[in-house]
């Protein structure tokens, strides 16, 4: 089993629309979780981190589910400009090792 | 501050044949790192290093050499290039809220 297990989608979706994405990890004692965007032919770049009680971002909320193990990443009203690939980042509080995940593509079409 | 630099920006090897990644940041981190992202296979770890003058072994390190020049530069030296080789090379440093910083990435291609 992965570490940190992605659907890779994409997700098309229309402007406007709200998605949301789920990443599942593997090891009960991670204890840091970003979202990462990746544009086509660039590198990651954080989007947010992402904290126990939740937390938003302007149309970006981030959550953490521990007792089941995932994160997600909800993107209300999607404009174009969101289309990349969201990458979710595990680790461990003084590992030196972060683990991505593969990535979800999203594609938000006029 | 220009964050994390890399050179060169592109590449074509052929097999057999060396060459070393640079890549160097100006945020003052202790820990640096070395990936690769092939499709479909995500950001794999080849090396990395917590601190100037320590290195470690990732997930994927066979066919690499690294050498943490000082606190700022972090080279990957492919010493006998393959096709396997062919894929797109980050250089990251990380801070101490655990978030990554990317440089622009290398493209590889070994012939």
């Known amino acids: 089993r992965k570490e940190v297990e992605q659907d890779p989608g994409p997700f098309n979706v229309p402007e406007g629309a709200t998605v949301a994405f789920n990443c599942t990890y593997s090891?009960?004692?991670?204890?840091?979780f970003f979202w990462y965007r990746q544009d086509c032919r660039k590198e990651p770049k954080l989007l947010m981190s992402?904290?126990?009680s939740g937390n938003e971002d302007g149309r970006f909320t981030a959550q953490l589910n521990r007792a089941s193990q995932y994160i997600s990443l909800l993107i209300r009203d999607s404009k174009l400009s969101d289309s990349a690939t969201y990458l979710c980042?595990?680790?461990?509080?003084?590992?030196?090792?972060?683990?991505f995940g593969t990535g979800t593509r999203l594609l938000v079409s006029p | 501050n220009a964050g994390v630099t890399q050179t060169p920006k592109f590449q074509v090897l052929k097999t057999g044949q060396s060459m070393t990644l640079q890549c160097a940041q100006d945020?003052?981190?202790?820990?640096m790192y070395w990936y690769r992202q092939d499709p479909g296979m995500g950001l794999r770890l080849i090396y990395y290093s917590a601190s100037e003058g320590t290195t470690d072994k990732g997930e994927v390190p066979n066919g690499y050499n690294v050498s943490r020049l000082n606190k700022r530069e972090f080279s990957l030296r492919l010493e006998s290039a393959a096709p396997s080789q062919t894929s797109v090379y980050f250089c990251?440093?990380?801070?101490?809220?655990?978030?990554?910083?990317f440089g622009p990435g290398t493209r590889l291609t070994v012939l």
């Open positions: 990251a440093s990380r801070d101490s809220a655990d978030t990554q910083y």
């Open positions: 945020m003052n981190h202790n820990s």
């Open positions: 980042v595990v680790t461990n509080t003084g590992f030196q090792k972060l683990v």
């Open positions: 090891n009960s004692a991670s204890q840091s």
């Open positions: 992402v904290y126990s």
